[in-house]
């Protein structure tokens, strides 16, 4: 079993900035690729960013430029660096990580609980 914590959420003004982190815990072999997706109320969870083993990076037409994806593998853990917040970033904010655990040959997504994301003024 593998948990995904997520922090960094909050509230923030037009323009600041935010960093999300999604730590994976569990008896862990792999993490071939870690993403962000969003919800808003009344809209489907869509992809944020997603980065991949090797380092390739895959943002939402609507955040590049102001949000960068990255993970630490030694400590399982991904970021969002979140930059020029616009209230349309509004959402509650999904880590999800591909794993393969120690003692199994196959891959599983995992999700987190949600961290809310609010840009306001």
């Known amino acids: 079993q593998v948990d995904l914590v997520e922090s960094g959420g909050g509230l923030v003004q037009p323009g600041g900035s935010l960093r999300l982190s999604c730590e994976a815990r569990?008896?862990?072999?792999?993490?071939?690729?870690m993403g962000w997706y969003r919800q808003a109320p009344g809209k489907e969870r869509e992809l944020v960013a997603a980065?991949?083993?090797?380092?390739?990076?895959d943002y939402a037409d609507s955040v590049k430029g102001r949000f960068t994806i990255s993970r630490d593998n030694a400590k399982n853990t991904g970021y969002l660096q979140m930059n020029s917040l616009k209230p349309e970033d509004t959402a509650v904010y999904y880590c999800?990580?591909?794993?393969?655990?120690?003692?199994?040959?196959?891959?599983?997504?995992?999700w987190g609980q949600g961290t809310q994301v609010t840009v306001s003024s």
């Open positions: 999800n990580a591909n794993v393969r655990l120690v003692y199994s040959d196959y891959w599983r997504p995992y």
């Open positions: 569990g008896i862990i072999r792999s993490i071939n690729r």
């Open positions: 980065i991949i083993s090797g380092g390739r990076t």
